[in-house]
């Protein structure tokens, strides 16, 4: 056991959070913890049996209505508790898991390999999710009265909590991924079981211990770990009110299905396949800066990200060489390490697509400026040597799916219409960039994009604006108040003019 290891505060652990409690599981399997960096099992979790999950779900259930039942006999649930209330409670989850910046930073990269370079912000942004969301209070509290059309009448328009919610979330940003969910589930009134990704089951516990100091009653946030299909068993449980996933468009796809045969609403944060348009004006050194943040993220493993380059036949030559070299020198290796800008592939699994996908590249003859089939120059871990595809054209499986791995491809473009209608085509529609050095032409070509985002020069969300998958990319908002609007069930009291 290395020294750091030592200080991690979770490693192999039995059991699950649920009623505000770590409680043992019993359930008979288990999953390993694996760090991408070595290819070793340092930590473990338990598989929730079918009672496990029944009883997370009971009390999330428990917690969302108290004892008393309905709001209006003064129950004494989570969604009876005054959303100023909740607001204060958020706050000082922010802070609880600000305070836990160094273990959540360290554990995170143990597990997904993720250079601290990026995990040392999560709790802060985690921390910035809560504090947005708190802020969204008063959107609960202002009374909303419509008159009908005639004047004969009014409505009151209530907001109520949607219910038990169901959070699951993959394994490239474990811990922002499920306070994009947990924060406005929260802010709402909706209490929650979480069902994280399996590389990725213990960075999330030190948000429970965050919750727990800060004072969030028992019940309404619970956690179980396990395979896919405990997330499949909670998705369809009978006490789920609602559905919050990110993760891929297969297993999107199929959690839609059952919400739509149980008509249960569901928030779907997919894949994507993004286009930087790199107008002829572009500013090469500008975009050179930015280039590894918003087109290769997390070692390439965000989703949002503009991984397809989309270049002007005149700056063709130069675009290529700037990407390369810029590429080419960025820091790879050992991700705890603060210099490190990319690390390995979260697992096995992903480093061999990752790997497949430049095979198939160079199979369909594009041409590797910088990496490509080659040893990644580690003697262990996950790693695959950061790779430049140019002469990449539209149709090849690397412009058109989606590789989540440290793979660019550059293609050419001949007019503006081509280099839009070269964006548009793919079954995607999440994130995208433009490079110009005239904001007023680039803020112009934006609607004619066709994803959910797009970023001017550089790419980042932000908590107050919607973040929205079109298409393959999924369904519904994350962020802003259409990420809180997601959480809420409308009520229409029609009444008498007094
Ligand atoms: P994934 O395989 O879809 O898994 C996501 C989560 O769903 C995991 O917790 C997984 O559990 C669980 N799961 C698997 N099968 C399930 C089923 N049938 N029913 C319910 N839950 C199930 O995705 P991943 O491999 O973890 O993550 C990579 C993908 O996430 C990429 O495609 C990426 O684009 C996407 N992503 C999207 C966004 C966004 O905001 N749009 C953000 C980040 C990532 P196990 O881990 O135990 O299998
Ligand atoms: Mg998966």
Redesign the pocket.
Known sequence: MSVLQATLPYTHTDDHFIDGTWQRSTGAGR?EVTNPATGEVWGSVPQASVADLDAAVAAARRAFSGSAGSPASGGSGWRDVAPAERARLLLRLASQVEARAEAISHTNTWENGSPVAETSKAAANAASIFRYFASLAPLLETSDIRPFPDGSAETVVRLDPVGVCAL??????PIN?VV?KLAPALMAGCTVVI?????TPLSVRLILDAAVAAGIPAGVINLVT???????A??KHPGINKVA????????R??AA?CGSLLRPVTL????KSSALVLPDVDLEAMSKVLIRSCLRNTG????ISTRILAPAARYGELVDMVTATIAVAPQGDPMDPATVFGPSATRA?EQVVREYIRSGIAEGARATTGGDVPSGFDRGFYVTPTVFADVTPGMRIAQE?I?GPVLSIMRYSSLDDAVAIANNTPFG?GGTIFSEDPDAAFALAPRLDTGSVGLGFFASNHAAP?A?RHD??LGA?FGPEGLRAYLSVQSVHRRIR
């Open positions: 999953t699951i979330a993959p394994w490239n940003f991924l994009a069902k994280p990704a399996s590389p396990g395979p896919g299909s405990l997330g499949d909670l998705v996933f990110t993760g891929s468009t297969p297993v999107g199929s959690i059952a944060e997919l894949g994507g493993q965000t989703c949002y992903q989606e989540f999440l973040f998958g990319s999924g994350e």
